[in-house]
Nanobody, 123 residues
Framework: QVQLVESGGGLVETGGSLRLSCAAS????????MGWFRQAPGKEREFVAA????????YYPRSVKDRFTISRDNAKNTAYLQMNRLTPEDTAVYHCVADEGLTRVMSLNARVWGPGTLVTVSS
């Protein structure tokens, strides 16, 4: 089974950008659909983005579409989340997830989760 570790979180001002990385190990990440979730304090987990195995299809909810971009480099076993025009509402712990199925990645049922990286957006 693949293991995931996120990096790239931190403190940024409103309107700024961050790029998160998700390094996969244990199995080739190209076997998996990959995605990102976030959980803000006191709120439910929220789907943020997903990308197909070859990276040719991406999926976003309306809340981040046109601001966030998910990508992957299968040669490096790494997925990325480029976040632009950040607002305080984007403050959350961001988790990378992986699963063989897109539906499970886009719900809360992905089999593999990373520990998360904290993103804080100041106003």
């Amino acid at each position: 089974q693949v293991q995931l570790v996120e990096s790239g979180g931190g403190l940024v001002e409103t309107g700024g950008s961050l790029r998160l990385s998700c390094a996969a190990s244990g199995r080739t990440s190209s076997n998996y659909v990959m995605g990102w979730f976030r959980q803000a304090p006191g709120k439910e987990r929220e789907f943020v983005a997903a990308i197909s195995r070859r990276g040719d299809n991406t999926y976003y909810p309306r809340s981040v579409k046109d601001r966030f971009t998910i990508s992957r480099d299968n040669a490096k076993n790494t997925a990325y989340l480029q976040m632009n025009r950040l607002t305080p509402e984007d403050t959350a712990v961001y988790h990378c997830v992986a699963d063989e199925g897109l539906t499970r990645v886009m719900s809360l049922n992905a089999r593999v989760w990373g520990p998360g990286t904290l993103v804080t957006v100041s106003s």
